[in-house]
């Protein structure tokens, strides 16, 4: 049960992001929405390029019962936006908690 709620609450992660990047684009916050973007498609990326190298052959995630590599691509996409969503999420948390800004990068497209 845990492990389906965990799956769960990755997926919902997913659709926050999302949720939030479409705000971006509303905003017009091109760093926003680019910078969310590259993101996925970097984490998109490594997902695929490590299920489809070999290394990923026994590896079993923690809510499957099978090994990345046998997922479909589509299915490797959709695991690859949970760790640049989860990511995105924790960045969030940091600048949240972090007010005095010690935490700061320079914007990533701006």
């Known amino acids: 049960m845990l ?3 965990a799956a ?4 919902g ?10 705000k971006y684009v509303k905003a017009g916050d091109k760093n926003g929405a680019l910078t969310q973007l590259y993101v996925w498609a970097v984490s998109i990326g ?9 290394l990923a052959d026994t590896v ?8 990345l590599a046998k997922y479909s691509l589509a299915a490797q ?4 936006l949970a760790p640049g969503s989860l990511g995105s999420f924790l960045v969030d948390y940091k600048k949240a908690a972090d ?5 700061a990068v320079p ?3 701006e």
Do not use: E, H, R
């Open 46 to 54: 490594i997902t695929i390029l490590f299920a489809n190298s070999g």
């Open 107 to 109: 914007s990533l497209f």
């Open 13 to 22: 992660l997913i659709g926050s992001k999302f949720v939030d990047f479409s």
């Open 99 to 103: 007010d005095t800004q010690t935490a």
């Open 77 to 80: 996409v959709l695991i690859g």
């Open 3 to 5: 492990v389906g709620t």
């Open 60 to 67: 079993i995630l923690p809510f499957s019962a099978q090994p």
């Open 8 to 11: 769960l609450a990755l997926l």
